[in-house]
């Protein structure tokens, strides 16, 4: 077996990439701001994710957009944990119900 070297620092690159992408976030975590505008930006942005990756699925059928209103009335009340296991619940029993 040979090892090209090329490929060896590709793969050591994106080895070496990945851990400092890793390492980075503990060394900015401290530096973020614990109030403010940015702090109410980074807390909003796992719903807006998590709406980004839900909504092409929501669109998908007359079944995912029941569940997905069902998701957006209990996320009024719910925690976001709570709703995620709420809405993949939905979706599970509409679809074993209608097909």
């Not at 990439?17 to 060394?27: A, C, D, Q, V």
């Not at 940015?38 to 796992?46: E, M, T």
């Amino acid at each position: 077996m040979t090892i090209d070297p090329v490929n060896f620092a590709a793969i050591l690159a994106m080895g070496v990439l990945t851990y400092m992408t890793r390492i980075l976030g503990f060394l900015i975590a401290d530096r973020l701001p614990k109030s403010g505008p940015v702090r109410v930006a980074l807390d909003a942005l796992p719903p807006a994710v998590l709406v980004a990756v839900i909504a092409p699925i929501v669109m998908s059928g007359p079944i995912e957009a029941v569940a997905g209103l069902a998701v957006l009335v209990l996320a009024l009340r719910l925690p976001l944990i709570a709703t995620v296991v709420a809405g993949v619940a939905t979706a599970a029993l509409l679809r074993l119900a209608f097909l």
